[in-house]
């Protein structure tokens, strides 16, 4: 049966994250040749509809108040809401995200439809849409299906494939005001104060170059960053490295930390301890570099070197700069 899917865009900085892209995939799925509606906010959201546009929308809403340029929670709240309440979507996709996670939680309870959230897969299944999420720090997943009403999914960036882009594709767009009343809006944005992970989104990053505690220190994180900018990625860090203060915990990696399915993990120095896997034991392909080959990473690893990391990352570093 055919379902009316709105996708809620998040964007940052004026750029929309690939997790939208992701979400407009699994809404193709969950649509079952219905339609795909997809919800943009903030000024600039005009320069993203060609872009949504050829990755499978329908149709694109343009929220433009200025006041949602920033994120706060009871402009997006009352944001989405609205979109809601005038597309009447039977399934809600939105990105795992620092908003998605905030935002959604209120909205299902507002509107007393179903949630669920971290998903990693979106299927049919016998006839019915399934999500996948993981449980017990990714040791295992569950799938959940619905038995009736709407549904709000948040979606795990990096997890489900977005569409190939096609220019053939086109999408109705239409402009959407939304009152925003001053003193609807609790809090006010001061500043905002970015932390170390400058360059590649660690959550959406491809490649993550990982360090722990092994690093020793904060000038031991050069030669990962190093090798992380030879091959485009972002650096990464385990609690341990964190706690020594060798990094920012804005690089935490874990169960405490950000979660994340790169195509390609290399973890250096980092033991493996179980709340550390929790947040990277999905991705795609894991490199372990560690001294200790009884360390607990390599049960996790495609690919283990067992060395100093000190002498295997420059070296590392060196052979990807002659591809
Ligand atoms: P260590 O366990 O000390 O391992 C360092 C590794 O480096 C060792 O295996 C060693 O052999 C190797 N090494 C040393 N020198 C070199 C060298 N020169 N070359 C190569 N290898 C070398 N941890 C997280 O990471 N993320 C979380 O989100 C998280 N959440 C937690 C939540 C709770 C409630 C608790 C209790 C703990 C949490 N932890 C988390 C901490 C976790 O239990 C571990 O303590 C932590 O992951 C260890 O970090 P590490 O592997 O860097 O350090």
Known sequence: MSKNVLVLADVRDGELRNVTLECLAAGTTAAEGGTITVA?????????VEKL??????????VTNSELD??????????????????????????????????SPRIAARLDIGMVSDCTAVALTEGRLTFTRPIYAGKAFVKKAFKEGAVLATLRPNNIPALEKDTGLSATVEELTVELPADSIRTLVKELVRKAS???DLSEARIIVSGGRGVKSSEGFKPLQEL???????????????????????????QTGKVVT?????ACGISGAIQHLAGMSNSKVIVAINKDPE?????????????????????????????
């Open 40 to 48: 943009v906010f903030g000024s600039n959201g005009k320069d993203l």
């Open 53 to 62: 546009a050829h990755f499978g929308a329908d149709q694109v809403l343009l």
């Open 70 to 103: 920033q994120y706060s929670t009871d402009a997006f709240f009352q944001a989405f809401k609205a979109v809601i309440d005038k597309v009447n979507p039977d399934v809600i996709l939105t990105g795992h995200t620092a908003v998605g996670r905030d935002v």
């Open 198 to 200: 400058e360059g590649v």
């Open 228 to 254: 992380a900018d030879v091959l485009g990625a972002a650096v990464g860090a385990s609690r341990g490295a964190c706690d020594a203060d060798y990094c920012d915990y804005a690089l935490q990696i874990g």
């Open 262 to 266: 790169p195509d390609l993990y290399i």
């Open 295 to 323: 360390a607990s990473i390599f049960s996790v690893a495609d690919y283990g070197i067992v060395g100093d990391l000190f002498e295997v990352v420059p070296m590392l570093t060196e052979e990807f700069k002659k591809l």
